[in-house]
Each structure stands twice: as C-alpha cells, then as structure tokens.
C-alpha cells in the first residue's frame, strides 16, 4: 500500500522538469556574490514581493531568524502571535541567538487585532524590554492556514507603526495566501519591512527560502546569514530548482487548496471526525478524533496515512504537489475504515 504522506508540504520531491533545471544551472560562489543563478532569483523574489532587496537562504527558520537579528538588539522584544512559528518550532530561537524576548499575543486562527498590538507595546520605561519588532505569519501555519485579509493585516501593520515598530511577515506560504485570495503577493509583503517566503514547502522545491526587505534591514541580514553559516557557495543549483517553482508551481496551489476542502469534506462526512470546514481556506485540513492526536498519527500511519498531530486534540494534513485527488479519496476511506474498524475508538 502506498502511503500518502500528508505531514507537510514540505514532503515533496523535485520533479523531472525541475531536475533538469538544476543539473544546468549557471553557477559561481554566492559568498563572494558571483553566482548568477542565486542573483537572478534574488532580483525575482524582490520584485515580485515589491520590496528592495532579497537575500537566498537555506531554510525558512534561517529567514526569518536572521530578519530578527536584523531588526532588533538584546533586550528587545518582538510582538507576534502566541501560535507563530518562531515562537512555536524555531527551537528556541529567538531568545538563543538574539536575546530577543518574544512578546505572544493570543490571536484567533494566528491572527490578533490592531487594538491587541496596540495594548501589548510596552511603554518606554527602564523596567521594560524595548517592545521593537512585530512579527505576522501569511498563512498561518498553527492557525489552520489562515489568510490574513488584507485590510486586517494593514490594519495591524499600521498599529505597529503608529507604535515606532518594525514588521515582519513571516510568508513561507504567502503564495498560498496570494492563491486563496487573487491578489499578488506584494499585496502584504510591500507593507513589510521585511518578509520571508519559502521555495521549499507548497512551492515544491527541495531546500531554500529567501528574505526580502529594505536593502538596509537586506544588507545587515546577509551578514547574519553569514555568521550563522548560511553563505552557500555554488547555491545556483538551488536557486535554479527555486526559479522554476516560483515560474510553475504557484498558480497550481489552488488544486492544494481543492483537494483540501475534498479531504476536509470527506473526513467530515466520518462519524466521530471533526472537522470545521469554516477554517479549510488553503493547503490544510485540521481534524480532531475521539483520540489524542499522537495516537491518531500512529493508527493513521499503520493505515498509509501520514499526518502530524498538531497541539494535542489536531491531527493535520497538508495537501501539496504530490497529492493526488485520488489520493484524497484513497485516504479518506483509509481513515473511514479505521473509524469503522474501531481503531480510534477512545
Ligand atoms: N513549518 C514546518 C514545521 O516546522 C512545523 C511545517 O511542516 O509546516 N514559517 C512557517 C510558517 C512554517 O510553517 C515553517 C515550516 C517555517 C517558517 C520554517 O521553514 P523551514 O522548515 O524551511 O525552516
């Protein structure tokens, strides 16, 4: 039986087309600026997200952690939702390298109010950490892969600003976001001062992320990429597989986001599955069962059905470029026969 392997969208594999674009790439030492390949996509993303400057990196936590070097001292603090990403699966993070207190807001599927980024700055007094920096995630990962609204998310923005902080989007799926909603991705990202977007999750490239932003917030962060170890040498072999994901692997989101709903549909249909399709608005589904979400994993995975528990009670699966719509129907019955079986019986 061949598993189908929801745990992220991060799962996937290069495709032939892709291959073949990496076996060909033009390259040179990214470190001392010279590789083409690397240059070009890094002139793309900044466009794209119409910012000024977009630095490769290899992952998105490196992104996202070297805009927060970038933009704040030791002692600060960064304002962002209680379920982002940095503050949820960055191993710690932003306190470790930077000396950055996170400030968590308790948002509502991963986002917060205005009026919440408003009563969370601290006042300027010498007992409290220099509130500096405010951190929102496009789509929100935790939240079920919510869209930030566009006027929501200027309004938030112009909370932050209103309150001398810098911003920062933490956009490894903000291509979904531009997909679920038909606007471009520079829609969020030009209201930033800086943004992280990820080739290597719905995107379907093998590794590689990038940081777009001002060219100063840029320039410093290429120098902390470098101090972490992230100055890659020859990257044009992964620029190239970036490339070509950003060319030919963005407007097929939207059959992620169809087969999400299919799968959130069909798991709704099962007795004793929850799941609120209200919050299906991209690549993921989150469902709920009669038993602990690790042990839904394991049972699921005996089945071939590969899902993460996300927090204790959701399990997740995310759809991406190697799901099939048959293979959404194919797990659907797997884990409507496991129901039925009485495996996840509590
Ligand atoms: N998320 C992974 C896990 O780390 C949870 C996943 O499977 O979803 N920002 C967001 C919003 C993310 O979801 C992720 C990866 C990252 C940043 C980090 O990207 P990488 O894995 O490239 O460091």
Same mark, same amino acid.
């Given at each position: 039986?061949?598993?189908?392997?929801?745990?992220?969208?991060?799962?996937?594999?290069?495709?032939?087309?892709?291959?073949r674009?990496?076996?060909?790439?033009?390259?040179?030492?990214?470190?001392?600026?010279?590789?083409?390949?690397?240059?070009?996509?890094?002139?793309?993303?900044?466009?794209?997200?119409?910012?000024?400057?977009?630095?490769?990196?290899?992952?998105?936590?490196?992104a996202?952690?070297?805009?927060?070097?970038?933009?704040?001292?030791?002692?600060?603090?960064?304002?962002?939702?209680?379920?982002?990403?940095?503050?949820?699966?960055?191993?710690?993070?932003?306190?470790?390298?930077?000396?950055v207190?996170?400030?968590p807001?308790?948002?509502?599927?991963?986002?917060?109010?205005?009026?919440?980024?408003?009563?969370?700055?601290?006042?300027?007094?010498?007992?409290?950490?220099?509130?500096?920096?405010?951190s929102?995630?496009?789509?929100?990962?935790?939240?079920?892969?919510?869209v930030?609204?566009? *006027?929501?998310? !200027?309004?938030?923005?112009?909370? =932050?600003?209103?309150?001398?902080? @810098?911003?920062? $989007?933490?956009? #490894?799926? +903000?291509?979904?976001?531009?997909?679920?909603?038909?606007?471009?991705?520079?829609?969020?990202?030009?209201?930033?001062?800086?943004?992280?977007?990820?080739?290597?999750?719905?995107?379907?490239?093998?590794?590689?992320?990038?940081?777009a932003?001002?060219?100063?917030?840029?320039? *410093?962060a290429? !120098?902390?990429?470098?101090?972490? =170890?992230?100055?890659?040498?020859? @990257?044009?072999? $992964?620029?190239? #597989?970036? +490339?070509?994901?950003?060319?030919?692997?963005?407007?097929?989101?939207?059959?992620d986001?169809?087969?999400?709903?299919?799968?959130?549909?069909?798991?709704?249909?099962?007795?004793?599955?929850?799941?609120?399709?209200?919050?299906?608005?991209?690549?993921?589904?989150?469902?709920?069962?009669?038993k602990?979400?690790?042990?839904?994993?394991?049972?699921?995975?005996?089945?071939?059905?590969?899902?993460?528990?996300?927090?204790?009670?959701?399990?997740?699966?995310?759809?991406?470029?190697?799901?099939?719509?048959?293979?959404?129907?194919?797990?659907?019955?797997?884990?409507?026969?496991?129901?039925?079986?009485?495996?996840?019986?509590?």
């Amino acid at each position: 039986m061949k598993p189908i392997d929801f745990r992220s969208d991060t799962v996937t594999k290069p495709t032939p087309a892709m291959r073949r674009l990496i076996a060909e790439a033009d390259v040179g030492d990214d470190v001392y600026g010279e590789d083409p390949t690397v240059r070009r996509l890094e002139e793309q993303v900044a466009e794209r997200l119409g910012l000024e400057a977009a630095v490769f990196v290899p992952s998105g936590t490196q992104a996202n952690q070297i805009a927060i070097g970038a933009h704040c001292r030791t002692g600060d603090e960064v304002l962002t939702e209680a379920g982002s990403h940095i503050i949820q699966y960055e191993g710690g993070a932003v306190p470790a390298l930077w000396g950055v207190q996170p400030g968590p807001i308790a948002g509502e599927r991963g986002l917060m109010s205005p009026e919440q980024v408003t009563a969370a700055v601290r006042e300027d007094n010498i007992h409290n950490p220099r509130t500096r920096l405010l951190s929102l995630e496009n789509t929100h990962n935790r939240g079920g892969g919510t869209v930030w609204p566009v *006027e929501r998310f !200027r309004a938030v923005v112009a909370a =932050g600003r209103a309150a001398g902080l @810098a911003v920062h $989007l933490d956009g #490894a799926r +903000l291509f979904n976001a531009e997909v679920a909603l038909g606007v471009p991705a520079s829609t969020w990202a030009k209201l930033t001062d800086s943004t992280s977007v990820c080739f290597s999750k719905g995107l379907g490239a093998p590794v590689g992320s990038a940081l777009a932003g001002r060219a100063d917030v840029i320039r *410093e962060a290429r !120098r902390l990429r470098k101090r972490l =170890g992230g100055g890659m040498r020859q @990257a044009g072999l $992964l620029a190239a #597989a970036a +490339l070509y994901a950003l060319e030919n692997h963005v407007t097929r989101l939207a059959e992620d986001h169809a087969n999400a709903r299919r799968l959130g549909e069909g798991l709704a249909r099962i007795p004793g599955v929850r799941v609120d399709l209200g919050l299906v608005e991209t690549n993921m589904v989150f469902a709920e069962f009669s038993k602990p979400a690790s042990e839904v994993a394991r049972v699921l995975a005996a089945r071939g059905v590969l899902a993460n528990g996300m927090g204790a009670s959701a399990v997740r699966f995310v759809c991406h470029l190697d799901v099939s719509v048959a293979d959404i129907d194919d797990a659907v019955s797997r884990v409507r026969s496991a129901v039925e079986d009485g495996a996840l019986r509590p």
